[in-house]
């Protein structure tokens, strides 16, 4: 099994999990972050780091957002590791808890 970053995580890419994950399975998007589920060890560390609370075991994704887990994997092809904590999007606070993110979705 592995973890899976959803929709919340969209236009507020809090970093505060990559620095727990022991394998640096999270890849940085523009706006997003996502986790490569061939590296991933399901060691649950990266979970309860999420402030957004937008990480789940790919068996416990919320109903409607399925797709992420295709699109990690497809994006954690394409985008660079990321393993050190940065500052979260300037209005990630603003956008924490909105619904039909996946259209901001910066690639």
Same mark, same amino acid.
């Given at each position: 099994?592995? !973890?899976? %970053? ?8 809090? =970093?505060? #999990?990559?620095?727990? &994950? +022991? ?8 706006? !997003?972050? %996502? ?8 060691? =649950?560390? #990266?979970?309860?780091? &999420? +402030? ?27 985008? +660079? ?27």
């Amino acid at each position: 099994m592995t !973890f899976v %970053v959803t929709e919340n995580c969209i236009k507020c890419k809090y =970093t505060d #999990c990559v620095e727990v &994950c +022991p394998v640096d399975c999270f890849h940085e998007g523009p706006n !997003f972050l %996502v986790i490569d589920p061939e590296e991933c060890i399901d060691c =649950t560390l #990266c979970e309860p780091e &999420c +402030p957004a609370q937008a990480i789940f075991p790919e068996d416990d994704v919320p109903s409607g957002q399925e797709e992420y887990l295709p699109l990690n994997e497809e994006l954690s092809r394409i985008w +660079p590791v990321i393993t050190k904590r940065q500052d979260p999007a300037p209005d990630a606070a603003e956008w924490d808890g909105k619904t039909d993110k996946l259209q901001y979705l910066e690639r």
